[in-house]
Nanobody, 128 residues
Framework: QVQLVESGGGLVQAGGSLRLSCAAS????????MGWFRQAPGKEREFVAA????????VYADSVTGRFAISRDNAKSTVTLQMNNLKPDDTAVYYC?????????????????????WGQGTQVTVSS
């Protein structure tokens, strides 16, 4: 059984930083791309960042490019999202996600339809 558990959320002032972590159990992450998504109240879930199975490829939403960085440690089965220069618009519940099936090298999907396992989410609140 695959489980993803996010941590690291919290309340931060605009301009501050947070580091989110996703711990996976039930599978080795080395065969799977991983992604981060977020959902603000009243809005649809949106893509934030993704990383390929080896970490060689990363992709970001335009809104976070240059401020967020995704990384992974397959040996520890963890994925991290470093968030800098946070803005009030970044306020949302952040979710870690993994595809159901192994992914090709260099492939980091943006669409939530490519992901079959999701964590429970961690709240990030950015005050102005």
């Amino acid at each position: 059984q695959v489980q993803l558990v996010e941590s690291g959320g919290g309340l931060v002032q605009a301009g501050g930083s947070l580091r989110l972590s996703c711990a996976a159990s039930g599978r080795s992450l080395s065969s799977y791309a991983m992604g981060w998504f977020r959902q603000a109240p009243g809005k649809e879930r949106e893509f934030v960042a993704a990383i390929s199975r080896s970490g060689s490829s990363t992709v970001y939403a335009d809104s976070v490019t240059g401020r967020f960085a995704i990384s992974r440690d397959n040996a520890k089965s963890t994925v991290t999202l470093q968030m800098n220069n946070l803005k009030p618009d970044d306020t949302a519940v952040y979710y870690c996600a993994s595809p159901r099936f192994s992914t090709a090298y260099g492939y980091a999907p943006r669409s939530p339809q490519n992901y079959g396992y999701w964590g429970q989410g961690t709240q990030v609140t950015v005050s102005s």
